[in-house]
T-cell receptor, first 119, second 116 residues
Framework: DTGVSQNPRHKITKRGQNVTFRCDPI?????LYWYRQTLGQGPEFLTY????????KSRLLSDRFSAERPKGSFSTLEIQRTEQGDSAMYLC?????????????????FGEGSWLTVV | AQSVTQPDIHITVSEGASLELRCNYS??????LFWYVQSPGQGLQLLLK??????LVQGIKGFEAEFKRSQSSFNLRKPSVHWSDAAEYFC??????????????FGKGTLLTVNP
C-alpha cells in the first residue's frame, strides 16, 4: 500500500531561483490538496484539485506560485523567484472525493512533506 | 470563516498519566472535526474524525475525542500516555466542498512532551 509520495523531501535553493515539487497521490484518489506549514504553525491551505481541475486557490498562493495536475494524476507545485519567506514545508494530500454525502465522509491522507529552505 | 484554537502550545505529561488536549472551533454550521498527529519532520497522520452521530469518537492508538456543540469544543483524550505519543497534535475543522468532500483548516498545534 503506497501512500502519498512527495519529491524531493528537502530542497535548499538560493533566493531568486525557481523550485518545483512533485506529489503522487494515492492511486485512484481524485482529490489532491497542497498545504504549506511554517515552523510553529499548523498547515495552511494553498489549493486543491478535483481530477485535473484546480477548483480553489488560497490568497496565500501568490502569482509566483503555480500548481498543475495534468491528466488528474500527479501534481507539481512550482515556486518562481523564491524568497526567504517561502521557506516552509509543503504538504500534499489526497482523498477519494465522493459526490454523495455519506455518514462517514472520506479521509484526507497526507504525504511526508517537502522541506524548502531559501538562502 | 472557520477557525480553530488550540489554547495550549506545549504540554508535558509523565508516561502513564492521562492526557487531554483542548480544541475550540468557530464554524457556522455542523462541523467536520479532526485530530491529526505529526512526528518531527514528518507528515500528518489522522487520529480520528467526527462527521455526525455519536459525539464520542474513538481513534487509533487509544485516543478518543468528544464533540461538545454547546462549548464548540472537540478535546482529545487518552487515559494513559506512552513515550511514543510525544509529537505535535493538530485539531482541524473541515469546510464542506461538495458531497463528502471538505477543506481542512488547522489550529496551530499542541506539542506534547512525555517524561519517563
Amino acid at each position: 500500500d503506497t501512500g502519498v509520495s512527495q519529491n524531493p523531501r528537502h530542497k535548499i535553493t538560493k533566493r531568486g531561483q525557481n523550485v518545483t515539487f512533485r506529489c503522487d497521490p494515492i492511486s485512484e484518489h481524485n482529490r489532491l490538496y497542497w498545504y504549506r506549514q511554517t515552523l510553529g504553525q499548523g498547515p495552511e491551505f494553498l489549493t486543491y484539485f478535483q481530477n485535473e481541475a484546480q477548483l480553489e486557490k488560497s490568497r496565500l498562493l501568490s502569482d509566483r506560485f503555480s500548481a498543475e495536475r495534468p491528466k488528474g494524476s500527479f501534481s507539481t507545485l512550482e515556486i518562481q523567484r523564491t524568497e526567504q519567506g517561502d521557506s516552509a514545508m509543503y504538504l500534499c494530500a489526497s482523498s477519494l472525493g465522493q459526490r454523495r454525502r455519506q455518514y462517514s465522509g472520506n479521509t484526507i491522507y497526507f504525504g511526508e512533506g517537502s522541506w524548502l529552505t531559501v538562502v | 470563516a472557520q477557525s480553530v484554537t488550540q489554547p495550549d502550545i506545549h504540554i508535558t505529561v509523565s508516561e502513564g498519566a492521562s492526557l487531554e488536549l483542548r480544541c475550540n472551533y468557530s464554524y457556522g454550521a455542523t462541523p467536520y472535526l479532526f485530530w491529526y498527529v505529526q512526528s518531527p519532520g514528518q507528515g500528518l497522520q489522522l487520529l480520528l474524525k467526527y462527521f455526525s452521530g455519536d459525539t464520542l469518537v474513538q481513534g487509533i492508538k487509544g485516543f478518543e475525542a468528544e464533540f461538545k456543540r454547546s462549548q464548540s469544543s472537540f478535546n482529545l483524550r487518552k487515559p494513559s500516555v506512552h513515550w511514543s505519543d510525544a509529537a505535535e497534535y493538530f485539531c482541524a475543522v473541515g469546510q464542506p466542498s461538495g458531497g463528502s468532500n471538505y477543506k481542512l483548516t488547522f489550529g496551530k498545534g499542541t506539542l506534547l512532551t512525555v517524561n519517563p
